[in-house]
């Protein structure tokens, strides 16, 4: 089976298997930004144009919830049939960084609580007409 980042660029697995997100960061100013990009720091005060790559922290604190009991419309992609599934906002600290993502399967809103610790994975977001899993960052209780 064949797997691919649903997008681009937005996250990376090291030598160890562990998967990290990519941000910016200002060269000027040290402002982080998810997703990332390459220029616009978007510091007001700031007139740095040029931001670095950045792998950012695995862990987090889970700020925010929800859980989705709707599939979204088309073009979005979507199993059939539909599971409800939980969204997480989580803190970076060290960034200063609020990154939302699907929660893992198998965790829903009445397992989650604000102020627990969560970290990164990837999970398959759906398969392609090619049968290629595309991939996309994801958030599950830290162990
Ligand atoms: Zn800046």
Do not use: Q
């Amino acid at each position: 089976m064949t797997t691919v980042p649903a997008i681009d660029g937005w996250f990376a697995t090291d030598e160890s298997g562990a998967t990290h997100l990519i941000g910016g960061k200002c060269v000027g100013c040290g402002t982080f930004v998810f997703p990332p990009r390459e220029t616009n720091c978007p510091n007001p005060g700031c007139a740095s144009d040029e931001l670095a790559l950045v792998p950012l922290s695995r862990r987090g604190t889970l700020w925010s919830y929800t859980e989705n009991r709707y599939a979204p419309p088309p073009p979005y992609p979507s199993p059939d049939p539909f599971e409800p599934f939980a969204v997480a906002a989580v803190e970076l600290a060290d960034e200063g960084l609020i990154v939302l993502g699907k929660v893992v399967e198998g965790t829903l809103a009445a397992d989650l609580h604000v102020g627990m610790t969560m970290e990164l994975t990837t999970m398959t977001l759906y398969t392609d007409d090619d049968g290629v899993e595309r991939t996309t960052h994801a958030w599950r209780i830290a162990k």
